[in-house]
């Protein structure tokens, strides 16, 4: 948000109480108007609503309409090509390599759009295994993104736990930027590119949170076969008697993963992106991100549940205006 008129926003008072002591100033970001670190969820809701980025439905989920983009851009995702990932990345139609020299002009332009305006900072940790989790700095555009990754994983546990929070890697995510193809050397006007060498996501002109979750288990799927641990995009769940009795369920994204691992006879572990250790399976998430078209009360009521309550963020589902019901059963 580009406050022209330095309006006082709801959580202006408390932006700086949980940032770190390693501030973006380390990532090249300044002149910001502000900076929003760490807010809880609550703070991000009347910051979202302030800035009219999304609605409450019955129950107090948060509703945002992600306008073209409703799935994942394929077709817009690079790693940046430097000596250590030219040997460890699969280069083909899925893993298109960019130029550093390129990155770094992009990466320049978008801190210089992001001067003068409001972002918000949220410092977790990916990966529920402390003994290869990945502490990740967020940086986005939109509080309700903000409040899509303190959903999704996992935020330090005191304020003595903020101020020492240093990044191992770090993601901007600006929907409001766009590259430009003839001088980036993108497909389009959006773009993912990672960068292993500088540790470093940017994410520009597409609001999907998606591409946000995606990006990490990218990263985590990079970093940790590297420490003899299995990167799976799978559902998980374990009998509540036995932990050696753990199930994982593969599959696409929308083939039922998530149905699937929440069985009320079991524990759910995760519902989506894991490691598998030594020691066991682990998730990387902290959070669930499902498909919620046709979710029904009597086939996957654990996660129909969700949707009526406050916290949940739907992304691009029908609601009345008026009433605020949403309907999961209309696909337009």
Same mark, same amino acid.
């Given at each position: 948000?580009?406050?022209?008129?330095?309006?006082?926003?709801?959580?202006?008072?408390?932006?700086?109480?949980?940032?770190?002591?390693?501030?973006?100033?380390?990532?090249?970001?300044?002149?910001?108007?502000?900076?929003?670190?760490?807010?809880?969820?609550?703070?991000?809701?009347?910051?979202?609503?302030?800035?009219?980025?999304?609605?409450?439905?019955?129950?107090?989920?948060?509703?945002?309409?992600?306008?073209?983009?409703?799935?994942?851009?394929?077709?817009?995702?690079?790693?940046?090509?430097?000596?250590?990932?030219?040997?460890?990345?699969?280069?083909?139609?899925?893993?298109?390599?960019?130029?550093?020299?390129?990155?770094?002009?992009?990466?320049?332009?978008?801190?210089?759009?992001?001067?003068?305006?409001?972002?918000?900072?949220?410092?977790?940790?990916?990966?529920?295994?402390?003994?290869?989790?990945?502490?990740?700095?967020?940086?986005?555009?939109?509080?309700?993104?903000?409040?899509?990754?303190?959903?999704?994983?996992?935020?330090?546990?005191?304020?003595?736990?903020?101020?020492?929070?240093?990044?191992?890697?770090?993601?901007?995510?600006?929907?409001?930027?766009?590259?430009?193809?003839?001088?980036?050397?993108?497909?389009?006007?959006?773009?993912?590119?990672?960068?292993?060498?500088?540790?470093?996501?940017?994410?520009?002109?597409?609001?999907?949170?998606?591409?946000?979750?995606?990006?990490? +288990?990218?990263?985590?799927?990079?970093?940790?076969?590297?420490?003899?641990?299995?990167?799976?995009?799978?559902?998980?769940?374990?009998?509540?008697?036995?932990?050696?009795?753990?199930?994982?369920?593969?599959?696409?994204?929308?083939?039922?993963?998530?149905?699937?691992?929440?069985?009320?006879?079991?524990?759910?572990?995760?519902?989506?992106?894991?490691?598998?250790?030594?020691?066991?399976?682990?998730? +990387?998430?902290?959070?669930?991100?499902?498909?919620?078209?046709?979710?029904?009360?009597?086939?996957?009521?654990?996660?129909?549940?969700?949707?009526?309550?406050?916290?949940?963020?739907?992304?691009?589902?029908?609601?009345?205006?008026?009433?605020?019901?949403?309907?999961?059963?209309?696909?337009?």
């Amino acid at each position: 948000m580009n406050n022209l008129l330095n309006i006082k926003t709801p959580a202006e008072s408390i932006a700086q109480t949980r940032k770190a002591d390693y501030n973006l100033s380390n990532q090249g970001a300044g002149n910001l108007r502000l900076a929003y670190w760490n807010l809880p969820t609550e703070a991000l809701y009347e910051e979202a609503i302030f800035r009219g980025e999304g609605v409450t439905s019955i129950g107090g989920p948060f509703v945002v309409n992600t306008g073209k983009h409703t799935a994942r851009s394929a077709n817009d995702k690079f790693i940046v090509r430097h000596i250590d990932s030219e040997k460890q990345v699969w280069w083909g139609v899925y893993n298109r390599p960019f130029a550093a020299e390129k990155f770094e002009a992009l990466y320049g332009r978008l801190l210089g759009f992001l001067q003068g305006r409001d972002v918000f900072v949220q410092d977790v940790y990916a990966g529920a295994d402390t003994n290869y989790r990945l502490p990740v700095r967020v940086v986005t555009e939109l509080a309700w993104h903000s409040m899509f990754v303190r959903n999704m994983f996992l935020p330090p546990q005191s304020l003595e736990e903020y101020k020492r929070f240093v990044p191992e890697f770090t993601i901007l995510a600006a929907p409001g930027f766009k590259a430009v193809p003839s001088i980036d050397n993108t497909n389009s006007e959006t773009f993912i590119i990672l960068n292993f060498e500088k540790k470093l996501a940017i994410i520009g002109n597409t609001v999907y949170a998606g591409e946000i979750k995606k990006s990490v +288990f990218t990263i985590l799927n990079y970093l940790l076969p590297l420490e003899g641990v299995l990167s799976m995009h799978c559902s998980a769940n374990v009998s509540p008697t036995d932990a050696n009795d753990v199930a994982l369920f593969f599959g696409l994204s929308g083939t039922g993963k998530t149905t699937l691992s929440a069985d009320p006879t079991r524990r759910l572990i995760g519902d989506d992106e894991h490691g598998w250790s030594d020691d066991g399976v682990f998730n +990387f998430e902290g959070g669930c991100y499902a498909k919620v078209i046709g979710l029904s009360a009597t086939a996957e009521p654990e996660i129909y549940a969700t949707t009526k309550k406050f916290g949940t963020i739907l992304e691009n589902v029908p609601f009345d205006p008026v009433t605020r019901y949403i309907d999961l059963d209309d696909d337009t």
